[in-house]
């Protein structure tokens, strides 16, 4: 099957969980999950330990990847989910006859943007032979902008520029663009089960189908489809920010110009800055290029010393530069262009 799409010129595949496309040989019955509740989703009444993460798995994608190579500028990319995310993730990217790149939900599990989660995902990866790939949102967890930004328009921009400066291959998730919020829908308007069994009077949350609402393209649609549109949703469309010089759409296109126009944010090492605990500091590195980035994720206005002369880079970024130093507002961010230091005259 792989080689008819490949034949009818497919750039490659998005794996979906591949590391749970093999059960064990005996098909042994997985343990009973401990719960206080019955849970919602059915795969957690089963510790997931038979069928998931089996050497078969890992023949796969040797096999997958032999072939690929045949075809030259080809790729494929996995999800990866499992107890250990980042190290899953490491594994099947840990070789050339492995996947090109995998991406995990270590960033899309996450309900919380703090320095940490990030530093443990780049520290992760300092020294892999693989290549990752991250995501803030997806089909599968609700938005962004409301689960890790609390619906803060500021922390929503930082958060989608610290995802382009990350080491790896980022993937945008259809309305983050737009910095649109997790949709409202009401019970009777539900389609994905597991929100459907979730739904309490109280908390009203679409689940998953509030990351799945149509694309607002205009601020004049109706909800006539699969599910329906969100109010708030409508003015934050297309249509609304392509005239807004200062909108979120087009922070965005920025923000992508800036990685796509430095190497160091495409290819570059990552090394970890020390920084307080409020700030996720690393540089990105090449042979003709430094760059520090630097994000502010615990709420607190923070000046960050510089000790190399630098330039900071105009990217619609909030940090500005306050003498030898950065200052960063509250959930802003900063890009800065370091410059070697000249060197020292012999005597």
């Not at 019955?29 to 401990?34: G, K, R």
Request: charged share 20%; with cysteine.
């Amino acid at each position: 099957m792989a080689r008819f799409w490949l034949d009818r010129g497919v750039d490659g595949f998005r794996l979906d969980v591949i590391n749970y496309l093999a059960h064990d040989r005996a098909l042994t019955d997985n343990p009973v999950a401990p719960y206080a509740a019955t849970p919602v989703a059915t795969i957690r009444f089963q510790r997931q330990r038979h069928n998931k993460s089996q050497p078969e798995a890992l023949g796969f994608v040797r096999r997958l990847r032999a072939l690929l190579d045949i075809y030259g500028d080809r790729m494929a990319v996995g999800e990866i989910f499992d107890d250990d995310m980042l190290a899953r993730q490491l594994e099947y990217t840990d070789g050339p006859d492995r996947l090109h790149t995998a991406y995990s939900f270590h960033l899309l599990n996450a309900r919380a943007a703090t320095p940490r989660l990030f530093s443990e995902a780049l520290t992760a990866w300092a020294k892999a032979f693989g290549w990752p790939s991250w995501s803030l949102g997806n089909h599968d967890v609700p938005r962004f902008p409301s689960r890790l930004a609390a619906d803060d328009p500021g922390l929503t921009r930082t958060l989608l520029l610290l995802l382009l400066c990350l080491r790896g291959t980022p993937f945008l998730y259809q309305g983050e663009e737009l910095g649109l919020p997790q949709a409202c829908i009401p019970l009777e308007r539900l389609r994905d089960p597991f929100a459907i069994a979730s739904w309490t009077d109280a908390a009203q949350d679409a689940g998953r189908d509030g990351a799945r609402t149509p694309m607002p393209w205009t601020d004049t649609q109706i909800d006539n489809g699969w599910l329906p549109m969100d109010r708030r949703h409508l003015a934050l469309s297309v249509s609304r920010q392509e005239q807004d010089a200062a909108s979120m759409l087009n922070f965005t296109r920025r923000a992508l110009a800036l990685r796509r126009n430095h190497p160091a944010l495409q290819v570059g090492q990552a090394v970890m800055i020390e920084a307080p605990p409020n700030i996720l500091a690393f540089e990105r590195r090449t042979d003709g290029e430094r760059l520090l980035c630097l994000f502010e994720l615990g709420g607190s206005e923070t000046l960050f010393p510089l000790a190399e002369p630098s330039t900071l880079l105009d990217c619609a970024c909030s940090g500005t530069v306050d003498g030898t130093a950065i200052r960063l507002p509250a959930c802003g961010a900063a890009i800065v262009s370091l410059h070697p230091l000249p060197d020292t005259p012999r005597s």
